[in-house]
């Protein structure tokens, strides 16, 4: 597929997604914020695709922000009509049935932040840089930020890193519970595909149920939604042959059905 500010590599069944503003450390404006959004109905679409590595270009964004310069004379109905289709267009990542992971090559900050908390597993280089600054700006972040990083480090840490709208390094993200792994650039994509490999072997409808339910992890119906996602993954011949591998002791061949 062809983007003006992403870069779309298939590498074997695995999607490397390229956010690509250099000029502008990746910030996300409007137009990108769509092509993304466009290139994740692809991949729900694409059955060829098992697994999607997220990143920035060069190596000294993941994403720096949202693109300010589209702020300037917003007024509230403006930012709410933002934040909504942000949300809409993080949803579909946080939804996608598929695995996605966040390979943050350096500054993930305010939109980057909140568009790596999108992403199922984030994986971090040693010079990735945190933050959700947008105090600074006299506004708090709008892309679903205040949601996902009180989820993911708690209430505290969430509430410390929003209102002080400090930066926190790789190494302090990992002990937030903020990222899964911290590598050397170099080893970042390649660690991404060794997770994606791994992952592609397992069966594809219960990896997709797992996501669904892990996300209903802080809904009132989430048990029940995981009870009717072991239903939905107990149903399939996938299972079936799961079940029938482990009991004659060989490796299970899943065909996603």
């Given at each position: 597929m062809q983007f003006e500010n992403l870069l779309w590599e298939v590498?074997?069944?695995?999607?490397?997604?390229?956010?690509?503003?250099?000029?502008?450390?990746?910030?996300?404006?409007?137009?990108?914020?769509?092509?993304?959004?466009?290139?994740?109905?692809?991949?729900?679409?694409?059955?060829?695709?098992?697994?999607?590595i997220l990143t920035g270009s060069g190596e000294k964004a993941f994403?720096?922000?949202?693109?300010?310069?589209?702020?300037?004379?917003m007024d509230s109905s403006n930012a709410k009509s933002m934040a909504q289709r942000g949300h809409e267009v993080f949803?579909?990542?946080?939804?996608?049935p598929k695995p996605v992971i966040a390979a943050v090559n350096g500054f993930a900050l305010g939109g980057g932040c909140?568009?790596?908390?999108?992403?199922?597993?984030?994986?971090?280089?040693?010079?990735?840089?945190?933050g959700q600054p947008e105090v600074?700006?006299?506004?708090?972040?709008?892309?679903?930020?205040?949601?996902?990083?009180?989820?993911?480090?708690?209430?505290?840490?969430?509430?410390?890193?929003?209102?002080?709208a400090d930066i926190?390094?790789?190494?302090?993200?990992?002990?937030?519970?903020?990222?899964?792994?911290?590598?050397?650039?170099?080893?970042?994509?390649?660690?991404?595909?060794?997770?994606?490999?791994?992952i592609k072997q397992k069966a594809p409808i219960a990896i997709a149920q797992v996501i669904r339910s892990a996300n209903a992890s802080y809904a009132?119906?989430?048990?029940?939604?995981?009870?009717?996602a072991f239903a939905k993954s107990a149903a399939t011949e996938d299972f079936s042959e799961g079940a029938n591998a482990f009991l004659e002791k060989r490796k299970a061949n899943f065909q996603g059905k």
């Open positions: 590498k074997e069944d695995i999607l490397l997604l390229t956010i690509h503003r250099p000029s502008k450390l990746n910030a996300l404006n409007q137009s990108t914020m769509h092509e993304i959004s466009t290139a994740f109905d692809a991949i729900y679409q694409n059955d060829s695709i098992k697994g999607v994403v720096a922000g949202a693109d300010i310069s589209e702020f300037i004379g949803f579909k990542i946080e939804n996608c909140e568009l790596a908390m999108a992403c199922h597993i984030r994986l971090a280089a040693e010079n990735a840089r945190f600074n700006l006299g506004i708090i972040p709008g892309y679903g930020g205040t949601q996902r990083l009180t989820q993911l480090v708690g209430k505290g840490k969430a509430l410390e890193l929003m209102m002080t926190i390094d790789a190494k302090e993200a990992l002990l937030w519970g903020l990222v899964n792994h911290v590598l050397p650039l170099a080893e970042l994509i390649p660690k991404a595909l060794e997770m994606l490999s791994k009132d119906n989430g048990y029940d939604i995981e009870a009717d």
